[in-house]
C-alpha cells in the first residue's frame, strides 16, 4: 500500500483548506486511516482517524469543531477538510494507515502494520 497526499498550501489565519489522501495499491487491506500532523520542533500528533469498519470520526481536541474527516469509500481516498485555519496549525500533515497486524517476537506483542505518506505541508499566516 502506498499513500500520496495533495492539497497543502498556504493559506491566511481563519482560512479553509482541503486535503486528500489516495491510497494505491492492496486497498482492501486497509483497515483505519488517518491524519496526522507535525509542527517544526514537535513531536508528531494524531490529528483525525476514521475506522473502516464503523467510519466513526475521532478529533484531536485542538481540531475538533474545525476539521473534518471523511473517505469516499468507493475510491478509498482520505480527506481532511480545515476551517477557521490557525497559526498553530501550521505544519507538514502526513496521512496514516493500517492494514493488519504482525506478531513482534522481541517484545511479544501483535503491532499494526503501518503505512505513512510522505506528508504535504501547511502553512497558515497570522
Known amino acids: 500500500v502506498q499513500l500520496v497526499e495533495s492539497g497543502g498550501g498556504l493559506v491566511q489565519s481563519g482560512g479553509s483548506l482541503g486535503l486528500s489522501c489516495t491510497p494505491s495499491g492492496d486497498i482492501d487491506s486497509i483497515t483505519t486511516m488517518s491524519w496526522w500532523r507535525q509542527a517544526p520542533g514537535k513531536e508528531r500528533e494524531l490529528v483525525a482517524n476514521?475506522?473502516?469498519?464503523?467510519?466513526?470520526?475521532h478529533y484531536s481536541d485542538s481540531v475538533k469543531g474545525r476539521f473534518t474527516i471523511s473517505r469516499d469509500n468507493a475510491k478509498s481516498i482520505l480527506y481532511l477538510q480545515m476551517n477557521s485555519l490557525e497559526s498553530e496549525d501550521t505544519a507538514v500533515y502526513y496521512c496514516y494507515a493500517e492494514r493488519g497486524v504482525y506478531y513482534d517476537n522481541y517484545d511479544y506483542s501483535y503491532k499494526p502494520i503501518a503505512v505513512w505518506g510522505r506528508g504535504t505541508l501547511v502553512t497558515v499566516s497570522s
Open positions: 476514521l475506522l473502516s469498519s464503523s467510519d466513526l470520526p
